[in-house]
């Protein structure tokens, strides 16, 4: 498929459909979790999951990308690929999560806190291996497979999880039912793939493994300063905070993360297109890039804005009144929401043209940015700070992502892409701020008003586009 925009809309929605119904099983579980188990506790487990994540950071260096562009480019190539980049991982992992436990064993951290760290660093492995099946189905533009593999695992996950909590579990089984979930969803895509999509060969060949690692440098240290730059402000908070700091900016930062999924889903449709294609191919990768970009765009920024108006209502329905304090917060997160999509896209569209390098030096600088921001900021600003950090950090990407892919994609057209949703937006924000007080009406009625006005916009404005999607839309037999 050579930029359809039918294609990619289904393989947005099925990546969709996943994310969104598993973000809802995951969010459900962890506000849960974060009522049952009280603050200090729920923190011991944002800690753990935050720092195996850091830990298995080199594990996860970019062998994904790779496997995705070079196998759109000539499926025969996965056999060579799958079972590398899986060794790969599990070796590298098991190194760091040892070294890492064993250092926070040596700084003290107490017997519970290690037996989440232990159960997590497993389930995080786990994930990293099932991301590699998820990285083939996207190859192959198969990505129906991957909702029922992670739909199924985080539903599992957060029915048991519920219900133990609900009978006193504590942090601890909480962190094994977690473990268990990631072994289903790995054993689910694992199924998929083999028998719905291709069967790679599983021959692990030592030898192929430092070119492969060689390939995904740049994308890996990327990847590295790219996760740096989203969990390290949750350890340094731990750092320098008590645990009921970290479990309310955990709430917070959960609901920053259940937006993710919009860009992940639009990304993942979109990249095996922009690998195929050039900023002078018919179509152009500019021309998809931006249609992509638009979609990104017109779907997360109403939800920044909810998350800007209506933090406090939204923390008080979800996590309970003890959690309020985290409402300022969330709305220092809510310009990551939006910008989370740009970089994340953009950053699709430079690897795809062999710019990788690019993701590394602005990754790494404004990882490094991060860091010595929140020496500053969390001491001063306590989770405050440490969302600031996270929101000023993703503009700098954001902004140095865009400036090459301008000429990645032979220009951008911003009121395009920005003017119908950005009017929408402003809309939807003062009709949520005069209902904040009844957040049933509040999000239904700033839903309605958002939908309507972005509709009317892109009629008049830009028919051809309004045209584009209607296209999209199935048509009767």
């Not at 996965?78 to 040596?106: D, E, P, Q």
């Not at 989370?340 to 043209?353: D, F």
Request: net charge positive; with cysteine; hydrophobic share 60%.
């Amino acid at each position: 498929m050579n930029g359809d925009p039918r294609s990619i809309l289904a393989n947005a929605g099925y990546r969709l459909f996943a994310d969104v119904a598993s973000k809802v099983a995951s969010l459900v579980f962890f506000v849960v979790m974060a009522r049952e188990l009280g603050a200090s506790h729920f923190g011991v487990f944002t800690f753990a999951l935050a720092f195996v994540i850091l830990a298995t950071t080199f594990a996860n260096f970019g062998q994904d990308v790779v496997l995705t562009r070079e196998v759109a480019r000539d499926r025969s190539r996965l056999g060579g690929y799958f079972a590398n980049t899986l060794a790969i991982k599990i070796v590298l992992a098991t190194i760091s999560l040892a070294v890492a436990v064993g250092v926070a064993a040596v700084a003290g951290v107490d017997r519970e806190t290690l037996e989440v760290l232990l159960l997590l660093g497993a389930a995080v492995v786990l994930e990293l291996l099932m991301a590699t099946c998820f990285a083939s189905y996207q190859a192959f533009e198969r990505l129906e497979f991957i909702p029922v593999a992670l739909i199924s695992q985080r539903v599992v996950t957060a029915a048991v999880g519920i219900a133990a909590l609900i009978h006193g579990a504590g942090v601890v089984a909480v962190s094994a039912i977690y473990l268990a979930g990631a072994a289903l969803g790995f054993a689910l895509a694992l199924w998929f793939l083999v028998r719905k999509i291709a069967r790679p060969r599983l021959e692990v060949e030592p030898r192929r493994w430092w070119p492969l690692m060689r390939a995904s440098l740049a994308i890996g240290l990327a990847g590295v300063f790219a996760i740096v730059l989203f969990r390290v402000d949750t350890a340094m908070l731990a750092a320098f905070k008590p645990k009921e700091v970290v479990g309310r900016y955990g709430a917070a930062y959960r609901l920053l993360e259940a937006t993710l999924f919009v860009a992940w889903s639009v990304g993942a449709a979109a990249y095996p297109v922009f690998s195929r294609l050039t900023a002078v191919s018919v179509p152009s990768v500019g021309l998809v890039f931006q249609r992509s970009l638009k979609l990104a765009v017109a779907l997360t920024l109403p939800l920044a804005a909810g998350s800007l108006v209506l933090a406090q209502p939204l923390l008080r329905l979800l996590y309970g009144s003890s959690y309020e304090n985290a409402a300022t917060a969330l709305r220092l997160l809510a310009p990551a929401i939006a910008l989370y999509p740009i970089c994340y896209i953009t950053g699709y569209l430079l690897v795809s043209q062999d710019r990788q390098r690019v993701l590394t030096w602005v990754y790494g600088l404004v990882a490094l940015e991060n860091v010595l921001a929140n020496l500053v900021l969390i001491p001063w600003l306590s989770l405050n700070g440490a969302a600031l950090g996270t929101s000023i950090s993703q503009l700098l990407v954001a902004v140095a992502f865009v400036a090459f892919a301008e000429r990645a994609a032979g220009g951008i057209d911003w009121p395009r892409i920005a003017a119908g949703p950005v009017v929408a937006t402003l809309l939807a924000a003062g009709t949520m701020a005069v209902l904040r007080d009844e957040l049933a009406f509040a999000v239904p009625a700033g839903t309605a008003v958002y939908m309507l006005a972005l509709v009317l916009f892109e009629h008049f404005l830009f028919p051809e586009d309004a045209r584009a999607v209607l296209k999209l839309l199935p048509r009767r037999a």
